[in-house]
C-alpha cells in the first residue's frame, strides 16, 4: 500500500517540478527538495525499526555497541551527504556536489578510523 | 500522510501564483514589483522547505542517533 502512495507522490511532485520549472526554476529545486525530504520521512519509521531488529540481534550476538553505533553513523552521515549532494548536482552545481562528497568522505574516515585501529590491534595479539 | 502531499501543492501554488502575478505586473508596466513578489514567493517557500529539511534531519539524528 505505502508504494503506491510513494509512486503518486513522487509523480505528483515531479509533474509539477515540470510545470514550475518553465517560468521559475528555483522553485521547482526546492519542490523537488521538498519532495525528496518527504519521500524520506515516509520510510524513515521503517528503517528505524529495521535498526532497532539489527541493534537487538547484535545484542544477542554479543557484538560490541560501539562497532554498531559507528556503523549507524557511517550509514547515516553517508545519506545525508548523499542527499545533498544529488541535491547540488540536479541543480547544476556539480563542483559543489562533489565538495560535499569529499568531505562527508573525510567524516566518514574519521570515524571508521577507531575501528580499523581496534582491528590491527586484534591482528597483532594474534601474530606470537 | 496527507498532510506531506499538501506542502508540494502548496509550494507548487506559490510558484505558479508567483508566475502569473509576473506576467500582469510585465504588461502593467511594473516590472520592479514583479520581482518583489518573485522574492516574496522564494522566502515563503523556503521557509517551508527549511521547516521541512529541520524535520528531516532532526528524525534522521534520532535515528541513526547521529549525534
Redesign the interface.
Same mark, same amino acid.
Request: aromatic share 10%.
Given at each position: 500500500m505505502d508504494v503506491i %502512495?510513494i509512486v503518486v !507522490?513522487g509523480l505528483?511532485?515531479t509533474v @509539477?517540478i515540470v510545470?514550475?520549472k518553465t %517560468? +521559475?526554476p528555483?522553485?521547482?529545486l526546492?519542490?523537488s527538495?521538498?519532495?525528496g !525530504?518527504?519521500l &524520506? /520521512? @515516509?520510510v524513515?519509521g521503517k528503517?528505524?525499526s529495521i $535498526?532497532d531488529i539489527v541493534r537487538d540481534l547484535a545484542d544477542r550476538a554479543g557484538i560490541g555497541s560501539i562497532y554498531l553505533?559507528t556503523i549507524?553513523?557511517i550509514?547515516? !552521515?553517508a545519506?545525508?551527504a548523499e542527499f545533498g549532494a544529488q541535491i547540488c548536482r540536479d541543480a547544476g552545481e556539480g563542483a559543489v556536489a562533489t565538495k560535499i562528497e569529499f568531505a562527508s568522505k573525510i567524516l566518514i574516515m574519521v570515524l571508521a578510523v577507531p575501528i580499523v585501529v581496534a582491528v590491527l590491534d586484534a591482528l597483532l595479539k594474534l601474530v606470537p | 500522510?496527507g498532510s506531506?502531499?499538501d @506542502? $508540494? =501543492?502548496k509550494?507548487?501554488g *506559490?510558484?505558479?501564483l508567483?508566475?502569473v502575478l509576473?506576467s500582469i505586473l510585465k504588461t502593467a508596466g511594473k516590472e520592479e514589483q514583479g520581482h518583489i513578489v #518573485?522574492l516574496a514567493? @522564494?522566502v515563503i *517557500? &523556503?521557509m517551508?522547505?527549511i521547516e /521541512? /529539511?529541520a524535520?528531516? =534531519?532532526d %528524525?534522521?539524528? #534520532?535515528? =541513526? +542517533? /547521529?549525534f
Open positions: %502512495q !507522490i505528483i511532485a @509539477l510545470v514550475v %517560468q +521559475r528555483e522553485l521547482a526546492l519542490l527538495v521538498a519532495a !525530504i518527504i &524520506f /520521512l @515516509l524513515l528503517i528505524g $535498526i553505533g549507524l553513523k550509514i547515516g !552521515i545519506y545525508i | 500522510m506531506s502531499i @506542502l $508540494i =501543492f509550494i507548487a *506559490v510558484g505558479i508567483v508566475a509576473n #518573485t514567493g @522564494l *517557500v &523556503f517551508w522547505v /521541512l /529539511l524535520k528531516l =534531519f %528524525q534522521v539524528k #534520532t535515528v =541513526f +542517533r /547521529l
